[in-house]
């Protein structure tokens, strides 16, 4: 009997979690079944509070959201399962990131936090759980993320072709695979989605810029988009990872977005998105012919031409030309993940964390 994984995953954006079933052979992924599962409105609110807040939360508040997150995960695998008709003793193991909370590798105390229960989670589904998959990593001194480049070498390398996988969630990271079989690298590049999604939600009460018709209807607005480049985020060298805590709507009130048109602002956003994406690209994949998007972003038209333009030399596409749907990519991943952790296999490349080896990653929770 093959076996089968689950993945789930909850990214920086918050809107929910995808998870997958899949089965992998061979540099090859089949996937059995997905679902999107969104949190509830109220426990999206609570996240993002507990994430931005510019204090710590109360261990109280932290330990119910566990709580509730854990149930949500649990759920999505329940009802994953039962959509399929896959029985619980098919799967082998759960691999669940869990929702980052805090993401602080460069503190004095290094640490990366993701809340979601897994015990809650394998209980509730008779199916072993690996979870927490930053810590061993930043235990080696490494920054604990990204974690998915691994995969994506593993998935979507070619020795022929130089190519850019990048995820644009809530925060944006691209893998260099390079083709020529020199170490990958791979980094968060900054905000992806984040401060866009923010802004409209501010200023229009919607969820999202759909195919991103709202920046684009704007103007960059120049003075503006380079005082914001100026956070020295963008300037360090990698490998670096960043969260929510340093881009948020606290952050980009320091540039006084209210003196100008709302419209300009989300367009300037948008720029500031795709500019460091396209400055990182630039500086550490050079010789890249091929970038395939993936994540939420992947769907945001406006970005996506925008990309194009400021990478004219490269073919800009989504990862469903490299035989996985942009939405499914790190819900896969982590599915993955959880297969290197059962076989007790290393699963970050210390290329791109800066760990001092190669570890395995996360801990097994049995039912």
């Known amino acids: 009997?093959?076996?089968?994984?689950?993945?789930?995953?909850?990214?920086?954006?918050?809107?929910?979690?995808?998870?997958?079933?899949?089965?992998?052979?061979?540099g090859r992924v089949d996937i059995r079944g997905t679902l999107q599962k969104p949190y509830p409105d109220t426990l999206r609110r609570a996240l993002l509070n507990a994430v931005t807040t510019p204090v710590d939360e109360a261990i109280g508040n932290i330990g119910a959201l566990d709580r509730q997150v854990g149930e949500c995960f649990r759920d999505a695998a329940r009802e994953?399962?039962?959509s399929t008709g896959?029985?619980?003793?098919?799967?082998?193991?759960?691999?669940?990131?869990?929702q980052t909370i805090r993401h602080q590798p460069n503190a004095v105390t290094p640490y990366s936090l993701q809340i979601g229960n897994?015990?809650?989670?394998?209980?509730?589904?008779?199916?072993?759980?690996?979870a927490d998959f930053r810590s061993a990593d930043i235990a080696a001194g490494g920054q604990g993320a990204p974690l998915v480049p691994p995969f994506h070498q593993w998935l979507f390398s070619d020795a022929e072709v130089a190519r850019v996988i990048l995820n644009i969630g809530g925060i944006a990271n691209l893998t260099v695979l390079r083709g020529d079989g020199s170490p990958v690298i791979g980094f968060d590049t900054g905000p992806g989605n984040t401060l866009l999604d923010r802004?409209?939600?501010?200023?229009?009460?919607?969820?999202?810029?759909?195919?991103?018709?709202?920046?684009?209807?704007?103007?960059?607005?120049?003075?503006?988009?380079?005082?914001?480049?100026?956070?020295?985020?963008?300037?360090?060298?990698?490998?670096k990872s960043t969260g929510l805590e340093d881009f948020n709507l606290e952050w980009l009130a320091q540039f006084s977005p209210e003196h100008h048109a709302?419209?300009?602002?989300?367009?300037?956003?948008?720029?500031?998105?795709v500019?460091?994406?396209?400055?990182?690209?630039?500086?550490?994949?050079?010789?890249?012919?091929?970038?395939?998007?993936?994540?939420?972003?992947?769907?945001?038209?406006?970005?996506?031409?925008?990309?194009?333009?400021?990478?004219?030399?490269?073919?800009?596409?989504?990862?469903?030309?490299?035989?996985?749907?942009?939405?499914w990519v790190e819900a896969v991943a982590f599915a993955w993940l959880a297969m290197r952790t059962m076989n007790n296999e290393p699963g970050n490349l210390p290329s791109v964390t800066g760990a001092s080896s190669k570890v395995v990653l996360g801990e097994i929770h049995s039912p």
């Open 1 to 26: 009997m093959p076996e089968l994984y689950i993945g789930l995953m909850s990214g920086t954006s918050m809107d929910g979690i995808d998870a997958v079933i899949a089965r992998f052979d061979d």
């Open 80 to 82: 994953l399962l039962e």
């Open 86 to 98: 896959i029985a619980a003793d098919e799967i082998r193991a759960i691999g669940s990131h869990g």
């Open 118 to 130: 897994p015990a809650l989670i394998a209980a509730g589904t008779g199916i072993r759980t690996v």
């Open 199 to 239: 802004w409209i939600q501010t200023q229009k009460k919607q969820a999202f810029d759909e195919d991103g018709a709202w920046a684009a209807s704007g103007q960059c607005i120049k003075a503006l988009l380079d005082d914001m480049l100026a956070d020295p985020y963008f300037d360090l060298l990698p490998p």
């Open 262 to 273: 709302a419209a300009d602002v989300q367009a300037t956003l948008a720029e500031l998105t």
């Open 275 to 327: 500019h460091s994406i396209a400055e990182s690209v630039r500086r550490n994949a050079p010789h890249a012919k091929e970038l395939y998007v993936c994540g939420g972003g992947a769907h945001n038209k406006d970005l996506l031409k925008r990309l194009a333009g400021k990478l004219p030399d490269i073919s800009v596409g989504t990862t469903s030309f490299v035989g996985l749907d942009p939405d």
